[in-house]
């Protein structure tokens, strides 16, 4: 056990600690993670004039973080780890400034024993088990890394960091402690809520459904989005995930609403298929479109009128008698795009400029309204 002298705190029936721990403490009770899918950061070649202001040995930093779906964090940033790092550096050649004033917030799922003073039921000794990784970090996690990647640099920090340990919150409590700290101050990118929301935040089965429709539109190798998409705000894609998922939601609802729940569970079983089905098609449909850089089909106000217009397509193949999750079948629904919208369409500098001009909402409203109208002919 680790023993530190501690504050405990009771807020609307809960109870935490203010502590403090020495940067080597901290530093071997604490385990860095990341939310993601595949195991392993993304790896992003660090910039040399960065990498030799900073001295930040990436590959030894990166062996150090897990990534899975049971984390909550963001993907790192390395240019603010560069920049943490760089003024903890600073802040100990001035010594006129503290590097980390403000506490980081901890959480465990290991219980703490707390020993209250005798003259003070609140003061006391907080011990903590000795185990490495039985720390998380809710926020923090950047001040943390950066002061790691400098003892791992042989740097002697020195210095007491301040701390708000959890050890009674369950993995709901969590996330939306997470969210509510992150989402205003830190500007968490809207998608990454997107995937918390789906899986941990809110247990609510067409928005999980959606998360998972998108990874997979995303993650599949045979997808004609794949890579496209920007899963938790971050990747190389050009794509949001979270506008998507909103479209992907309403388009389960208008399904739940219409054809209700024998219609919805029917979809919910093969919503993966049809949706990478779907986007095969579009991509045999538009087929100049989809593999030119002079169009704009696979862009976030696109994609969105295409889902927009999905139950009509659904409702087109079983009107042809066809499965409306098959591929041959969503193609034959779909195939009056071809002749009625065509390629051009989509041309960034052509017709699709004119229609940008109302505005991106605009744009949505407008497609989807010409795709009906043609699968109607």
């Known amino acids: 056990m680790i023993t530190v002298p501690a504050h405990r705190v009771k807020q609307f029936g809960l109870e935490f600690y203010q502590a403090s721990f020495s940067a080597k403490d901290i530093d071997r009770l604490v385990k860095f993670e990341v939310l993601g899918y595949a195991g392993g950061m993304p790896k992003e070649p660090p910039k040399a004039k960065r990498a030799s202001r ?20 963001r993907p790192v940033i390395r240019r603010k780890i560069e920049e943490l790092a760089t003024y903890y550096r600073e802040c100990k050649e001035a010594g006129t400034l503290p590097a980390i004033p403000g506490a980081v917030i901890i959480t465990s799922e290991k219980r703490f024993t707390f020993t209250p003073m005798a003259s003070h039921h609140d003061l006391g000794l907080l011990q903590i088990p000795e185990e490495h990784g039985v720390l998380r970090v809710l926020d923090g996690q950047h001040r943390l890394l950066a002061l790691h990647a400098l003892t791992q640099a042989g740097e002697v920090m ?7 340990l959890f050890d009674t919150l369950d993995a709901r409590q969590t996330v939306e402690l997470f969210v509510t700290i992150n989402a205003k101050h830190t500007r968490l990118n809207p998608s990454h809520i997107v995937s918390l929301a789906g899986r941990k935040l809110y247990p609510d089965p067409n928005q999980a459904l959606a998360h998972d429709v998108i990874r997979s539109l995303n993650e599949d190798e045979t997808s004609p989005l794949h890579g496209e998409i920007k899963m938790l705000g971050t990747g190389r894609g050009k794509v949001s995930q979270a506008p998507l998922a909103e479209e992907i939601v309403d388009f389960l609802e208008t399904v739940e609403n219409v054809g ?41 106000a696109a994609l969105r009128a295409f889902i927009r217009v ?47 001009a109302g505005g991106t909402r605009g744009t949505v409203e407008t497609l989807t309204r010409e795709l009906r109208e043609a699968l109607r002919s």
């Open 54 to 73: 900073a001295r930040v040995n990436w590959e030894m930093l990166e062996k150090r973080i897990a990534e899975s779906e049971g984390a909550y964090q």
């Open 158 to 164: 020195g210095i007491e960091v301040p701390a708000v």
């Open 260 to 300: 209700g729940s024998a219609r919805i569970s029917e979809l919910r079983q093969g919503a993966k298929r049809f949706f990478l089905n779907y986007v095969k098609a579009l991509a045999g449909v538009f087929p100049s479109a989809w593999a030119g850089r002079k169009y704009s089909i696979k862009t976030g």
């Open 310 to 356: 999905a139950p009509d397509v659904m409702a087109r193949a079983r009107e042809l008698r066809k499965d409306p999750l098959d591929l041959h079948a969503i193609r034959e629904a779909i195939k009056p795009w071809a002749t009625r919208l065509g390629d051009r369409r989509f041309e960034t500098e052509g017709e699709w400029r004119q229609k940008l």
